[in-house]
């Protein structure tokens, strides 16, 4: 029956008639059992219940290694000793309809979950991994050392380093409740998820009895700061950053824009909180320059600074519209998942200005306290012209938001002064 | 005859008989104007001659911009201003056979090569943009703090920021050239990327006359430090630093492994290099947890900090073959392809100990000079079992390999300490 196993190639399938789905996904089912596992393993033949793959992106790789022969196609993982480091959930919101439906709440629980299944040989794999770690960064040691930060030895350690707990996800989607989050039809998302990709997994069309698609897009870190167990108990007060990746600041300090310093005031925020009888919490997304990527975010950078008038706030929406066809790809209605995901419905302090995550985690019933912005002195020289126009925007700021005169004085470095 | 203008869905699209191909890709051509652009755009129509989409996983963002109303499929980008800040090339190197075959040389300058017809309505989109900024980095601080570094007004500015030429860079991938690389059949190539994604793209099976593929993989970022117009110019000496992605170290500083130390040694040897007559070069590409994810990455962490006796440098690849199946799934032999783009014949410090990196880069015929180790005071607390397994599988180190006693006495953090 798989396509994989004999010399037939099946180019898409279609829906299977007569015997019944032996693992169907019930996607708000209260329990693992009931839920039943996602199977997408390319060896797992008739058994596989959804589209896509698993790693996303990196099932490329995986496919580059089989066909090096550096990888046995029909190995599976062992995965002994790999279960979550501390239990997360499971949480009501894990089966209330239409809370979840961008992860798989139960992804990092299959070896216990479905070990019946998985001994009588089917394939599944976990899409969430939970371990630990001692992370040091050069921003807190400044902050230990101007002293906004002090070393406790159970979050903060002597040498400067900071204990968390961090989760990976892999995104899994439940077509229906997708569409539902963006109101539009199943059938419609389908078919434009397939025509617009190139022709992607033709069977987002052809098979609408499989509701469940793990596409090939980046996942998502989780980064707790102070005792897991805390997140969701309204007794301890909650610090939380969901960022966006932008790997030319966040890793190479970039100063157009201000995501690395945002990111890590995010991150002294979350140790604070988890040192004064509360926890932090970062969300890290890979969405690379608004989700349109990079080349995209360059070509953008380009048409900015040589526009006529230079690189102005009060057309920093416009260049990236003209150039991608549309100012923001990253659509946070499906952002609050990871949220509901930890069993948390109150941010205390939310480390973002960005209305479109206040919006949506609001809309998604997630209480928000108070809204921290960046501090001023953390803005980086040329990152001026991004800060004043998203405030003139809808971004959160507790001074009046520039006005349009304030935006076209606001203009950025010029390409001969790199 | 565009499946997404119409109400019909083509499922696979098959070879096109009769009327000839209006831009048939010649991959190794020595000009543009006889290689051909590479379309493959999905409002393209009949002129795609490509399998996949711009952008690779992004495109799902922008089919979901779509869907949700956000974005006309019909609309182009305005390319008038994006433009390479520099002129990379062409270089002999773009025009020998065999020797790029994952990336479109000719990507950043579709707009000026192809102006023709993109003027009667062709949708040609880049897939390299080249731009500039200025990074800061708290490690190159630390480095002009202790009289490392230096600053120039040119390479290192006042106030410690360092400017740069970045590019980015989306994979294309020649599937014969690919295909010979890893020296296996093409045909098996083609199936196997189609089966062991789970069915992602037919056209690999279906369109043997389309013979290039955008895959929805992460690219590559490059930061060039100092002239560009000196890579490849054997008068000016080149430091360089290949570098695969590892977001909870490069970005959040985890101490479990070296990455984020020994790329910013890189950018400092870069910075060095530039200041003293020659140029550096920083390749950072997309390959999170050994091109296998951040998931299984986490699961291995876990495996590792369990297994009897710990942590151990003698287990530490033994770990990831369990989990994952293989132990590295980045395949460093699509690698050089970048710096053959950018002319570079010669690296004279090449900042990495990776023998897989080196023994790449030598057999596609660059001549590497010094080998720069990480500064053993740069090695995290907890990386030792990493960087001491790795001396002992083939890293370059000064010193002896580790021996199997070492190895085993190699311990790392335990999972109740951290």
Redesign the interface.
């Known amino acids: 029956m798989s ?2 196993r004999t010399s037939h ?1 099946r ?3 279609h829906p299977r008639t007569g015997a019944g789905v032996r693992f169907p996904v019930r996607w708000d089912a209260p329990t693992a059992q009931t839920r039943g596992p996602v199977i ?1 393993s ?1 060896n797992a033949g008739a058994d ?1 219940n959804a ?3 698993h ?19 029909a ?11 501390v239990a997360i959930g499971p949480h009501p919101q894990w089966s209330t309809p239409g809370r979840i439906v961008s992860l798989d709440p139960w992804g990092a629980r299959v070896a216990s979950d479905f070990a019946e299944a998985m001994a009588e040989g089917v394939d599944i794999r ?14 807190i040691r ?1 902050g230990l050392a101007a002293g906004r930060l002090t070393v406790d030895g159970q979050v903060v350690h002597a ?1 400067g ?1 900071v ?2 707990t ?5 995104p899994v989607w439940h077509l229906p409740g997708v569409a539902s989050r ?3 039809d199943e059938q ?2 389908r ?13 987002l ?2 098979r609408p009895d499989l509701s469940v698609f ?6 998502i ?1 989780v ?1 707790i700061f102070g005792d897991p167990s805390r997140l969701g108990d309204p007794r301890f007060p909650l610090a939380c950053r969901v960022h966006d990746e932008c ?2 600041s ?7 824009c201000t995501c ?1 310093p945002y ?1 890590t005031h995010g991150i002294e925020e979350c140790v604070r909180q988890a040192q004064t009888g509360g926890a932090g919490l970062i969300v ?1 997304n890979r ?2 320059g608004r ?13 900015r ?3 006529p008038g230079g690189d102005q706030a009060a057309t920093y929406f416009a260049r990236t519209e ?5 100012q923001d ?3 946070q209605q499906l952002m609050p998942d990871v949220i509901h995901w930890l069993g948390v419905r109150r941010i205390d302090r939310f480390v973002s200005m960005s209305n479109m995550k206040y919006e949506a985690l609001v809309e998604g019933g997630i209480e928000i306290g108070e809204r921290v912005p960046i501090p001023p002195e953390l803005v ?3 990152a001026a012209v991004e800060i004043e126009a998203k405030k003139a925007a809808g971004y959160f700021t507790p001074e009046p938001a520039p006005s349009p005169a304030d935006l076209q004085r606001t203009v950025g ?1 010029d ?1 001969t002064e ?1």
Chains 1, 2 share one sequence.
């Not at 961090?166 to 892999?170: C, G, M, P, T, Y």
């Not at 793990?214 to 996942?219: D, N």
């Not at 966040?250 to 157009?256: A, C, H, K």
């Open positions: 396509g994989n190639i180019l898409t399938s997408v390319a596989r589209i896509g793959a790693g996303g992106a990196y099932s490329i790789y995986r496919a580059l290694a089989i066909s090096a022969g550096a990888l046995d196609p190995v599976r993982p062992e995965l002994a000793d790999t279960y979550p480091v976990p899409t969430i991994a939970v371990t630990k770690a001692r992370i040091d960064l050069p921003e400044a040498a380093d204990a968390v961090k989760v990976a996800i892999d963006f109101d539009v419609q998302l078919r434009t998820l397939f025509e617009q990709t190139g022709g992607m997994y033709p069977e069309v052809t793990l596409p090939p897009i980046g996942g870190t980064y790997n030319g966040d890793v190479f300090g970039s100063d157009i690395r990111l890290y969405k690379e989700a349109l990527g990079e080349v995209t975010k360059f070509l953008v950078y380009n048409a600074k040589r526009q003209c150039v991608a066809g549309v790809a990253r659509f980086p020289p040329d470095r390409l790199f």
